[in-house]
């Protein structure tokens, strides 16, 4: 007959010789509440560094908004007074033709660059490193 586990026992409790006494079918059912745990627990903790990295990224967001639309007004009229200043020493449509293309050489650049540093920001780097750190104790590597 196995002996039952003391469910006020936690795993580092457990004595060699009350090891020795459960049954192969006892510890594997310790064994699969104790995975089931350890699961839940990573997925909380990926779950909550979600949550908090879109909150930051929300809120980072929002300001970044207000402020571009300022900045886009503004560039609108710097933009307008050098096709006016140019203008005085070419024709008006090449004044407007060069201005253009030099503002969409660094919009591309800007967004290029925007693109390639977004999927950095979803990472959960805390919970990856403590399902690695898992895995090794579970295969047990030091």
Request: no cysteine; hydrophobic share 50%; glycine share 8%.
């Amino acid at each position: 007959m196995a002996t039952r586990i003391p469910q006020r026992a936690t795993p580092e409790g457990f004595e060699s010789e009350d090891r020795e006494r459960q049954s192969v079918i006892g510890l594997l059912h310790r064994l699969t509440r104790e995975l089931a745990t350890l699961f839940r627990q990573e997925l909380a903790l990926a779950a909550g560094e979600v949550t908090r990295t879109l909150g930051k990224i929300l809120a980072a967001s929002a300001t970044a908004a207000a402020g571009g639309a300022v900045l886009f007004a503004g560039l609108l009229v710097l933009l307008a007074a050098a096709v006016l200043g140019l203008s005085h020493i070419m024709a008006d449509w090449l004044a407007a033709l060069l201005v253009g293309i030099l503002v969409s050489v660094v919009g591309i650049a800007a967004l290029a660059a925007g693109t390639r540093a977004l999927p950095e920001t979803l990472h959960p780097k805390r919970s990856a490193r403590s399902l690695s750190k898992d895995k090794d104790v579970l295969t047990r590597k030091p």
